[in-house]
T-cell receptor, first 109, second 112 residues
Framework: DAKTTQPNSMESNEEEPVHLPCNHSTISGTDYIHWYRQLPSQGPEYVIHGLTSNVNNRMASLAIAEDRKSSTLILHRATLRDAAVYYCTTGYNFNKFYFGSGTKLNVKP | SAVISQKPSRDICQRGTSLTIQCQVDSQVTMMFWYRQQPGQSLTLIATANQGSEATYESGFVIDKFPISRPNLTFSTLTVSNMSPEDSSIYLC?????????FGQGTRLTVV
């Protein structure tokens, strides 16, 4: 599975958009890009995934670079409840995931 | 979706002893996954547990240290054997539901 690189931490103001970047330069053509987040004292939860096209769901948007070597998770209006560690991971099989170090998002009121 | 229950939620154990962690899923699943999350770190995959076959371990993890059982399609156990303080971590169970993974709340293990 492709290795991912994310900033260790980011900070945002409440109700402002947040762009969380992820580099996955060794991704293969069949690898999906997945995002999970882990709230304090909880197991990770699914956020979004995509292959080539940008994706939107009720939680977030996923912008995928044309060469697929990077992607950006977009939270349109950050809330205090969005404070978590966000993990970007890639893989072909929708089963096991290899998590990188993740980005700890701090949301300021 | 899938709801996962893990037991115990936390435990404090003496070094040299073993702890068995249970994972119960509310639906039948083919594969179950066990992860370890050391303090302040990301998740590391330990093994994949398939019903009816031996678990498949990731590099750095061995069956003698982390034996896994998978007696049916809704249940699995992970045992942490001969524990040392370095085994102090959160252990999480995970299953796949469609295109997303679901995780239990984890078992917080402290070895003293």
């Amino acid at each position: 599975d492709a290795k991912t690189t994310q900033p260790n931490s980011m900070e945002s103001n409440e109700e402002e958009p947040v762009h969380l970047p992820c580099n996955h330069s060794t991704i293969s053509g069949t690898d999906y890009i997945h995002w999970y987040r882990q709230l304090p004292s909880q197991g990770p939860e699914y956020v979004i995934h995509g292959l080539t096209s940008n994706v939107n769901n009720r939680m977030a948007s996923l912008a995928i670079a044309e060469d697929r070597k990077s992607s950006t998770l977009i939270l349109h209006r950050a809330t205090l409840r969005d404070a978590a560690v966000y993990y970007c991971t890639t893989g072909y099989n929708f089963n096991k995931f290899y998590f990188g170090s993740g980005t700890k998002l701090n949301v300021k009121p | 979706s899938a709801v996962i229950s893990q037991k115990p939620s936390r435990d404090i154990c003496q070094r040299g002893t073993s702890l068995t962690i249970q994972c119960q899923v509310d639906s039948q699943v083919t594969m179950m996954f066990w992860y370890r999350q050391q303090p302040g770190q990301s998740l590391t995959l330990i093994a994949t547990a398939n019903q009816g076959s031996e678990a498949t371990y990731e590099s750095g993890f061995v069956i003698d240290k982390f034996p896994i059982s998978r007696p049916n399609l809704t249940f699995s156990t992970l045992t942490v054997s001969n524990m040392s303080p370095e085994d102090s971590s959160i252990y999480l169970c995970s299953v796949l539901g469609g295109t997303e993974a679901f995780f239990g709340q984890g078992t917080r293990l402290t070895v003293v």
